[in-house]
């Protein structure tokens, strides 16, 4: 690796440095250079436009510099598929609030340990910093030290620019500043980590099947579901967060990806919320059909069409009034008003179950919210999802990004004058996300809206 390969990353500065010192480095970068589709929004309506003007350059440099050879300085053992060194030692004397062992992952996916060993005799910190697979090689670890700065673990190594702090949940949460990465993690005991190693371990949401009363084909449909349950004995207000498209439609793999955001729940589960991402028909491991406006050629994709799109959005919010219903049985939920977000097509969907039963619900938080592309698509298809919050006559918070190659801030605007219309009040919020075109990415970029959320998950307390 040139010094001209590893000045492009900060990432990959400290991989090279740390592979010519001889730690154990595979020679890919820890986290991956770009965004992984299983994210579930990255592609949310037009995959082959962000592919080529963000993805792309990204995977080029990650794999320009990539090394081939792998130095092992110690035995290392796997948990699921990422690799720790063996003889690890927690210091229970003198340590910082910091130590142990966190399990969880980077953007909602790759899997990430971080072990906080003990401080040393000159007050730094020993860290062990590892990754599971990414998008360009397996996984990896090094050892590191670190300082705490007021309540934040910092890496002595300027080049390595990750930073972590406990929320009020007592997870960790950890912020690459120099770009849109954030990990989650959760403490956990060495012992019966290494005792069943498995991927199990770096699920921060229980994973559950829903049991509808949906049904097709004559067998009933279970909606798979990620459920993030606050601490305390229950039950808990809802919050139940929608995810988008697949992107064009185009490709049935994508069907799989599994939607969650950790930040997002841990963000609400703050705040007292048991958050529930359900994954809708034929998604994400859910029954059944997935039949959100198709083309009337499928492989084509979805419809632009409103005849064909939406009757598609009908579908969605069916489902997503039958995972309420699922999750309204459980003891842990409260009978009591219901938190509806989303993102993308998701963010409509929110606003659709909100209108379909206003006076169960407690608010709206609307992430990047369309059904259809501002272009093309036939142009009454946004307006038309838009209205349908009405009977809602609460705040709907919208946090749109601007540089969206989606939707324009302008077209977004004219979309949710549509909600202020029928009788709900819009609160608008547009950030902007670093980079180009990455305005429908803005929900992965926690630190441009958590004030603002937090902010408003206070307001709507009393409605809950």
Known sequence: MTKRMAARSPYLRVLARRQMSGSMLSGKALIASGRNLCCNVSMQDQP?????????????????????SQVRAENTILIGDVPLP????????GNSLFAGVWVGRWDSWRHHVLVVEGVDESGLIDVIYSVGRGQQGGGNWFRAKARQENETLVFTDDGFAARYTISDTGRLRGIYPTEDRFAVLERQ???AVLATPTDDWFQLG?????????????????LAAALYVPDGDGPFPLALIHHGSTGSG?????????????????????????????QRRGRGGSDGLYDEGFSEDRPQGYSTEARLSLPGADRA??????????????????????????????????LMQAGDQ?????GVINFVGGWMTESPGDPEINPTVFRRVEGFEGVVLSIYGEDDPLYSIDYSRSNLAQIEEVGAESE????SVPGFNRGHWVMWWPLLWEEVVSDYLQRIESRR
Request: aromatic fraction near 10%; charge should be negative.
């Open 48 to 68: 082959g436009i962000i592919w080529k003007l963000v993805m792309g350059p990204l995977f080029a440099v990650a794999t320009a510099i990539s090394v081939a």
């Open 86 to 93: 063996s003889g690890i030692e927690i210091n229970e004397e």
């Open 189 to 191: 005991d060495l012992s």
């Open 206 to 222: 229980l994973r559950q099947s829903l049991m509808t009363d949906l049904v097709e084909g004559g067998e009933t449909i279970e």
């Open 250 to 278: 185009k490709n049935p793999r994508d069907f799989e990806w599994f939607f969650t955001n950790d930040w997002f729940a841990d963000v609400l589960n703050a705040h007292g919320w048991i958050v529930a991402f359900p």
């Open 317 to 350: 919010l069916i489902d997503a009034n039958a995972a309420l219903a699922a999750l309204r049985e459980r003891p842990d939920v409260s009978d009591g008003a219901v938190l509806f977000s989303g993102v993308s097509r998701g963010g409509v969907v929110a």
């Open 358 to 362: 206003p006076e169960n619900t407690a």
């Open 428 to 431: 608008f919020h547009v950030v």
